[in-house]
């Protein structure tokens, strides 16, 4: 195999991979929440994480495939470490834990727990046997020019998503360091008064995008480490609104029933 014909083949891998995950975080957050959530880093339906996880599990893994035990463990231990790097990674990058075990027993440092590693290795398992030999059968019936287009294009549209997504979180983050500014300078006036204040500060600067308003409902249990005041009452304020917003369709669909 040429190097140009493994980047064709995995990066297919990859794409697939990643679009799966992010299937498998929608239905979960739909039987969790009971509503759709865009679950993920990006926009677009992609979960990266997965896509990497799962292309080093078949690059790496598959001496192991009739050893049942060994690749279990080893594909345990190697989807935990890979989120261990990226949740660690991603908190230095952009300055949010976006998700946390704490509460979860054996983890460490609430990047990783033992339950979902457990349940990563399992699941790699299963994929290894019984999905990825329909993956690499499926990536070869493509017609190879289409598969070079389609790749191309994805690849092209996940690059273009990525930037956007870095972009609005930096500008997630300068917000942030606005409100955290205003609260401060209101606090020197009087807490009564600055209670009011921040109050109108939140409206006027707490606008989200929908980008940003994305992210927020993608990553529940997001929090700031350098703006964490500002980030909990941002939030707070996006909880109100949407509350307000499922009282209004209720009482809207209780009018439209009323009539009939």
């Not at 239905?27 to 509503?35: E, K, M, S, V």
């Not at 983050?173 to 109050?199: I, P, T």
């Not at 995008?209 to 304020?237: C, D, V």
Request: with cysteine; charged share 20%.
């Amino acid at each position: 195999m040429t190097l140009w014909d493994w980047v064709y083949q995995y990066g297919w891998y990859f794409f697939l991979y990643s679009f799966a995950g992010w299937v498998a975080e929608v239905i979960f957050a739909a039987f969790r929440h009971g509503r759709f959530v865009n679950r993920g880093f990006l926009c677009g339906p992609l979960c990266p994480i997965y896509g990497v996880g799962l292309v080093l599990v078949a690059l790496l893994l598959e001496p192991l495939d009739d050893h049942w035990v060994q690749l279990f463990l080893v594909a345990a231990a190697l989807t935990t470490g890979i989120e261990l790097v990226a949740g660690y990674l991603m908190e230095k990058l952009f300055h949010h834990r976006w998700w946390d075990y704490s509460a979860m027993p054996l983890n460490i440092g609430g990047y990783v727990c033992l339950p979902f590693s457990l349940l990563w290795g399992a699941a790699c398992v299963l994929i290894e046997k019984c999905v990825h030999p329909l993956v690499v059968r499926f990536v070869a019936m493509i017609p190879h020019g289409l598969g070079i287009a389609l790749l191309a294009a994805w690849t092209a549209l996940f690059v273009a998503d990525l930037t956007v997504t870095v972009l609005s979180i930096a500008r997630l983050n300068r917000r942030l360091a606005e409100l955290d500014e205003a609260r401060q300078r209101l606090r020197l006036v009087s807490d009564a008064l600055g209670a009011q204040l921040a109050g109108g500060a939140l409206r006027v600067k707490g606008r989200l995008t929908l980008l940003e308003r994305r992210l927020l409902a993608a990553f529940p249990n997001m929090r700031s480490l350098r703006h964490a005041e500002a980030f909990a009452a941002l939030s707070a304020h996006q909880q109100r609104l949407r509350e307000r917003w499922k009282a209004l369709r209720a009482e809207r669909s209780k009018v439209r029933r009323s009539k009939r």
